[in-house]
């Protein structure tokens, strides 16, 4: 674009084009959700979306009692850590050096049921729309 045009014309077409009818009606309120509590510490959930279902019921637990949990009942040997692995899974990994770059995955613990669709995780699905 040339040095004299810069200031004086819109750069990408229709932006700001009937914008003024769209921002005057008001959003619907989004119902309140009641605090859900985890159920291994009792203490409130303030981000559900990191949540995980509990072991044996479909109750939520905070990410972290759920790490500790299985930090408390797995027997972890040197280089040994524990990791989440995605799809309500942990896994007990080895790492090759000290640089902790790359690893190994020794066993593999289910933590939630697979498959199952909890009501909590689907309520908060609702909510943001997915």
Avoid at 15 to 31: A, I, Q, T
Avoid at 81 to 89: N, S
Avoid at 109 to 119: L, N
């Amino acid at each position: 674009m040339a040095e004299g045009n810069k200031d004086t014309r819109k750069r990408f077409g229709r932006r700001g084009r009937d914008r003024g009818d769209r921002r005057s009606e008001p959003k619907p309120k989004v119902p309140e959700l009641p605090p859900v509590m985890c159920s291994m510490c009792g203490k409130q959930i303030f981000d559900l979306s990191s949540a995980l279902a509990g072991q044996s019921g479909a109750d939520p637990v905070h990410f972290d009692c759920a790490l500790a949990r299985m930090a408390e009942t797995e027997q972890l040997g040197p280089n040994e850590k524990i990791a989440y692995i995605g799809r309500g899974a942990f896994a007990v990994v080895e790492y090759r050096d000290k640089s902790m770059t790359a690893f190994t995955v020794k066993r593999r613990v289910q933590w939630e049921k697979e498959g199952e669709k909890y009501e909590w995780r689907r309520a908060m699905q609702q909510r943001m729309g997915l």
